[in-house]
């Protein structure tokens, strides 16, 4: 199994700016993803980070709020762009090396005031 | 309605009881289940990782799936107090898992 860290583990900050969460995978993953868990529900996708080009968002979630980087196959970003208080969440990234068995990393809680 | 439902509980049993979680699906191009445990403020484990219908036994832990009423479920064996967690199913289709909204699970001393 594939051991991913994520940073930072939390943070709070203000209506308006900007959050940048680090994903990082102990070994090469063929698919990364990163999800949104509100308090106390389920994970929601809100995108597969690919390697060297855009995104796959799903329905819901769009590239200029998510903005998501994945330069190599151990490591991904996503952005939470002008932020509001309804962004207020756990992000999670999530790797898959192909057999469909997908890892999580610990996730970042964000509050945004 | 959502494509995987789950009872969101709480379930509440004695230490060495046996936990009886489910799962409905929707969605016949799900190939691919699996649970998810997760405790307080942590990332989902990856518990159980099934593709045909029938049952996988890992340790205390038992996955069965019935594609034909597609109904997935996992059973908890002699249950202790650090299986106390949010159990989760999700179901792989279209190079994405769609998720169950969770049950927690509460197995008291």
């Known amino acids: 199994s594939a051991v991913i860290s994520q940073k930072p583990s939390r943070d709070i900050c203000q209506r308006g700016t900007s959050l940048t969460i680090q994903c990082q995978v102990d070994?090469?993953?063929?698919?990364m993803f990163w999800y949104r868990q509100q308090p106390g529900q389920s994970l929601t996708l809100i995108a597969t980070?690919?390697?060297?080009?855009?995104?796959?968002?799903e329905s819901g979630f769009v590239i200029d709020k998510f903005p998501i980087s994945r330069p190599n196959l151990t490591f991904s970003t996503l952005t939470v762009s002008n932020m509001s208080p309804e962004d207020s969440s756990i992000y999670l990234c999530?790797?898959?090396?192909?057999?469909?068995?997908?890892?999580f990393g610990p996730g970042t809680r964000l509050t945004v005031l | 309605q959502k494509e995987v439902e789950q009872d969101p509980g709480p379930l509440s049993v004695p230490e060495g009881a046996i936990v009886s979680l489910n799962c409905t699906y929707s969605?016949?191009?799900?190939?691919?289940f699996m649970w998810y445990r997760q405790y307080s403020r942590k990332g989902p484990e990856l518990l159980m990782y099934t593709y045909s219908s029938g049952n996988k036994e890992d340790g205390r832990f038992t996955a069965q799936v019935d594609k034909s009423s597609k109904y997935i479920s996992l059973f908890i064996r002699d249950s202790q107090p650090s299986d106390s967690a949010t159990y989760l199913c999700?179901?792989?289709?279209?190079?994405?898992?769609?998720f169950g909204g969770g049950t927690r699970v509460l197995v008291k001393p």
């Open positions: 969605n016949s191009a799900f190939q691919y």
């Open positions: 999530s790797g898959s090396s192909g057999t469909n068995e997908q890892f």
């Open positions: 070994s090469q993953v063929t698919m």
């Open positions: 980070a690919n390697q060297g080009s855009e995104a796959t968002y």
């Open positions: 999700a179901s792989w289709a279209g190079n994405k898992l769609t």
